[in-house]
């Protein structure tokens, strides 16, 4: 290979020898459908496809030598371990793209944007837009052998801070993401006791009574003007303060749970690759037996189809709707992982060779299969928690009826029948559609509203759902410390397989970085675990959790649609798209859909270019709000975040984009880079200049 070159250039590392793999479909594919009679030309060498012929097995062995010699030499990489086959590679892709946010975001999204029109719509960006990024992103690690820092300094330099704003993505979401780790593993830890605590009220200090039942002048008056789980939720787990203004230390409960938290994260990857492989099988394998099960017992449940045919049915108006669009285009990139840079480092331990076409297409089959299970189950246990309430309803309004008929404001006739409580739910309803207007108007003031679709809807508020839901429905169940255990555990081990992703965002780019950080991999480790660990502490104070609502809702998705945008278009357009499938061709030697390409040109460019702009209108154009609670009533409330949050939301979205606009501006004061392009290809010549004057060569092994 030509090290010492004076120009470094991003063009084809191959000679000037054809390179077509020796399969004639592989070949006549690279010839007929994405590489026309063109030239990817550097300084003393050409790659002319238009005259490319079909190579002997001893020519193809030479091309794939070729390429073989772009391994870093040296310290990049050599001393690193990799996967050790492809079953752990694809676990902890996989296992990226299974947190948290596929139970805890997407089923009240779901239900919020249209049911079954948000489901074909998440599918269609999946495919369209999610699949040729996640390709893009491991192909761009497999094939240049780095993190995801050094990478996008490789296809260009004056894009190289996309890699430092993926990195402090990864960073801040590590943060907040391991709070919610910290939530399920605190219900997990509660979940060994019976009974549950979140199962009632809780006694005034010297009550001697129990339960709401036997003295509800004893419990604690703000729980009764709740239910149990709420309170709980809010006031014995987060101790939370009524606005985000209002703060105080961080709660000991959840900062013992967050340290736990940090020490399973630390002991998960503190040995890199070796250790973080085995804790891949579990997180991954564990929740999926999980949530099978858990599905399975939730579809025996009453009312669980009334909850799935809410899912099923599609409203045509929400696949009209940019808002629901931008909001399934945010669901996906954070469920999927994409931008986070997490894949990019993942696929740099893998041998060139590998397929990763079909790594691309199996992770979002399965994120898609993951969610939609969570989804089924999430609304089959809704469904029966709405019956159950709706149920309690029609006996509130039964036994007020009956009380008219005692007291003479109704006759007789309108006495319910026997079987009323034991079919409550079919009678009720048929005995009101019975009564003649005049009764129903007669009757009707003194009656609650039983509507199943609102008591649905009042089950669904708030993202919050997953844990008070959850733990509404567990004490439904028999055996419910058996099933409470279960759940939680779900959720920490999801919690579990995102995190040690994002964390392989950020170990991985700062060994690629500093190369004498592999020689200290445990102690760079634990150094990194223990400064995010402080830095998570602001999250589980009395406000933390409306801190976390802030990031979640309004901080994430700009910096990822920015980093997303600038990767599809840096491998789009300055890499260039055919290039890159020449190079899976080659290197899988079996052809690659040519499809990839257009998606790349110009449907993903577009879709995040629309996301991104629609959710920056959406910042700037309406009032940021969070749910909150109110001590006074007992009860959620919508509030405005105050004018210094949202001052503190933009400085963060401009802090974490900072990098990239200052390294391109670093590069133009620091690097000469002459541009050499022409209509007919897509090839970019980067020049760089050291101090002495000569050529500074990538140590990447890149020509």
Not at 140 to 158: C, E, F, H, L, T
Request: hydrophobic letters at 45%.
């Amino acid at each position: 290979m030509e090290a010492q070159n004076e120009n470094s250039q991003l063009s084809s590392p191959l000679d000037s020898k054809s390179v077509i793999p020796t399969t004639t479909s592989s070949s006549q594919f690279i010839k007929s459908e994405f590489l026309p009679t063109e030239e990817f030309s550097g300084e003393g060498q050409k790659f002319d496809s238009g005259s490319s012929n079909i190579l002997s097995n001893e020519d193809h062995d030479e091309a794939l030598e070729k390429i073989a010699k772009d391994e870093p030499k040296g310290e990049a990489h050599s001393d690193q371990p990799s996967w050790a086959n492809n079953i752990e590679y694809l676990l902890a892709h996989v296992a990226l793209s299974m947190g948290l946010s596929t139970i805890w975001r997407f089923p009240y999204l779901c239900f919020h944007n249209g049911g079954g029109s948000f489901l074909i719509m998440y599918t269609v960006l999946l495919f369209l837009v999610g699949v040729p990024l996640l390709l893009l992103e491991m192909a761009a690690g497999q094939r240049m052998r780095q993190g995801s820092i050094d990478v996008w300094k490789i296809i260009s330099p004056r894009i190289g801070g996309v890699g430092y704003t993926s990195f402090m993505v990864c960073f801040i979401v590590g943060l907040y993401y391991s709070v919610l780790m910290a939530w399920s593993l605190f219900y997990l830890g509660q979940s060994f006791q019976s009974p549950l605590p979140w199962a009632m009220c809780p006694l005034l200090r010297n009550s001697s009574h129990f339960g709401e039942k036997r003295g509800k002048k004893k419990a604690n008056p703000e729980c009764i003007r709740t239910t149990p789980t709420t309170y709980f939720w809010y006031r014995h787990v987060l101790k939370a303060t009524d606005e985000i203004a209002i703060d105080g230390l961080p709660a000991l409960h959840l900062s013992v749970s967050l340290f736990v938290t940090w020490s399973i994260i630390c002991i998960s990857i503190i040995k890199g690759l070796k250790s973080s492989w085995k804790v891949m099988y579990v997180s991954v394998f564990l929740p999926c037996i999980v949530l099978f099960c858990l599905l399975i017992r939730s579809l025996m449940l009453k009312g669980s189809m009334f909850g799935l045919k809410i899912l099923l049915a599609a409203k045509v108006p929400a696949l009209y709707s940019v808002k629901v669009w931008r909001r399934t285009g945010n669901q996906l990139f954070l469920s999927l992982g994409s931008g986070f840079g997490s894949f990019t480092a993942i696929s740099s331990y893998i041998p060139r060779n590998h397929n990763c076409v079909m790594d691309a297409i199996a992770v979002a089959l399965l994120n898609l299969m993951t969610s939609v299970t969570a989804t089924v189950f999430v609304f089959a246990i809704m469904g029966h928690v709405a019956t159950e309430k709706n149920e309690k309803c029609y006996l509130t309004n039964a036994k007020t009826v009956m009380n008219l008929v005692a007291t003479g404001v109704l006759s007789p006739e309108f006495q319910f029948p026997e079987s009323l409580y034991q079919r409550i739910g079919s009678i009720y309803p048929t005995w009101f559609s019975n009564l003649s207007e005049q009764v129903q108007s007669m009757v009707l003031p003194y009656l609650h509203n039983c509507n199943l679709a609102e008591q649905l809807k009042e089950v669904m508020e708030g993202p919050g759902v997953t844990i008070v839901a959850f733990t509404d429905i567990i004490s439904l169940f028999s055996g419910f410390t058996f099933w409470a255990i279960m759940i939680f555990m779900l959720l920490v081990t999801m919690g579990l397989s995102t995190m040690i992703g994002i964390m392989q965002g950020i170990i991985i780019p700062l060994q690629d970085t500093f190369s004498s950080l592999r020689k200290h991999t445990k102690l760079l480790t634990v150094g990194v675990c223990v400064l995010m660990f402080l830095g998570s502490l602001i999250f589980v104070g009395p406000s933390g959790s409306y801190y976390v609502n802030l990031l979640d809702d309004y901080w994430v998705s700009l910096p990822l649609f920015f980093i997303l945008i600038l990767e599809n278009g840096a491998m789009a357009w300055i890499y260039g798209a055919r290039r890159l499938l020449a190079d899976l061709i080659i290197i899988l030697d079996r052809p690659v859909s040519p499809i990839y390409r257009w998606l790349w040109y110009f449907i993903s460019p577009f879709v995040l270019l629309v996301l991104f702009v629609s959710t920056l209108i959406h910042l700037y154009t309406n009032t940021l709000t969070y749910l909150a609670w109110n001590s006074s009533t007992s009860d959620e409330v919508i509030r405005n975040y105050p004018s210094w949050a949202e001052v503190l939301l933009g400085v963060l979205i401009g802090i974490t984009i900072l990098p990239i606009p200052a390294y391109f501006f670093y590069t133009l004061l620091n690097v000469s880079i002459p541009v050499s392009t022409s209509h007919s290809k897509a090839t970019i010549i980067f020049k760089s200049e050291d101090k002495g004057g000569s050529s500074s060569k990538s140590s990447h092994g890149f020509p």
